[in-house]
């Protein structure tokens, strides 16, 4: 019996140190499910990712029954967000969510936060030397934009309530910035057409940001551009009242007069 148990443990602990990849250390797994999990949120904490993850593993394998394992899939969803991992996080946290409906993280809004924070991390970011976020690809912002929306519905008085809405003023902005840099890209081309239908898109789409004064300014020039004062005249009559201490808005109330008359109605027969 005991040269049983001694072999036992000679294989577990070869099963521990085997198989690490350059740069992790050793695991040591205990007897009970919550010591593995309770070391693998410290090794978690310690930015010891593939250690968590061996630890949770473990706790999944060897404890299926546990209230930990349960934990343990949450917190291997936390390791691969938190190591920039944020595909793999997005679909660890959907098949939790899917496996475990009424367990406390996902009716607390936990795992739909940070399947929304995830894709916000995939968000393109300005950075020194390389092109700004608006000039980049925006299918980012747009599945965190979704994300960020279909969170508010389902969990509209969780704690993550105000972070989330942060997430999706962040987002709209971008989403905006973007529109308005094609719009202008065209503008500068006489492109007044193309320019006016991403200003319209974007006025529809993303307004609410500090970005309105600018697109209703450029709006207006293209509809004069394109000899239609009528919506020249809304763009701006809308920009000097939504935007009256604004530049734009000052430009915008100087151009009016030299705008033709807008078009009478037809006369009743």
């Known amino acids: 019996m005991q040269w049983r148990f001694a072999c036992l443990a000679v294989s577990c602990a070869l ?34 990712f593939p250690e968590a993850i061996k630890y949770f593993n473990f706790v999944k394998q060897k404890f ?18 938190e190591r920039g991992h944020y595909l793999e996080a997005v679909d ?20 739909g936060f940070k399947i ?42 969780s704690k993550y309530l105000d972070k989330a809405k942060q997430y999706r003023r962040d987002a709209t902005r971008s989403l905006a910035a973007s529109e308005l840099y094609v719009a202008r890209f065209y503008a500068k081309r006489d492109k007044w057409r193309a320019a006016a239908w991403r200003l319209e898109g974007l006025l529809k789409e993303y307004s609410g940001t500090d970005l309105d004064a600018e697109a209703l300014y450029l709006l207006g020039q293209s509809y004069e551009r394109l ?8 763009a701006w009559d809308r920009l000097i009242k939504e935007h009256p201490q604004s530049g734009q808005a000052r430009a915008a109330q ?13 006369s009743s027969p």
């Open 15 to 48: 099963s521990a140190c085997g198989g690490g990849s350059e740069g992790e250390h050793n695991v040591t797994y205990q007897v009970t499910a919550k010591s593995n999990y309770e070391k693998g949120l410290k090794e978690l904490k310690d930015d010891n």
């Open 116 to 157: 929304c924070e995830a894709y916000v991390k995939q968000m393109p970011e300005d950075f020194f030397l390389i092109p700004p976020a608006h000039e980049k690809d925006q299918s980012a912002t747009r599945d965190a934009r979704r994300e960020i929306d279909m969170f508010i519905e389902k969990w509209p008085h």
């Open 254 to 266: 100087a151009r009016l007069p030299r705008l033709k008359p807008a078009s009478a109605p037809p």
């Open 64 to 81: 299926p029954f546990s209230k930990y394992a349960v934990l343990a899939e949450l917190r291997i969803a936390d390791t691969q967000f």
């Open 92 to 111: 660890q946290y959907k098949m939790f969510g899917r496996s475990h409906p009424t367990h406390e993280f996902v009716e607390d809004g936990y795992v």
């Open 227 to 234: 000899s239609e004062p009528d919506k020249a005249r809304a």
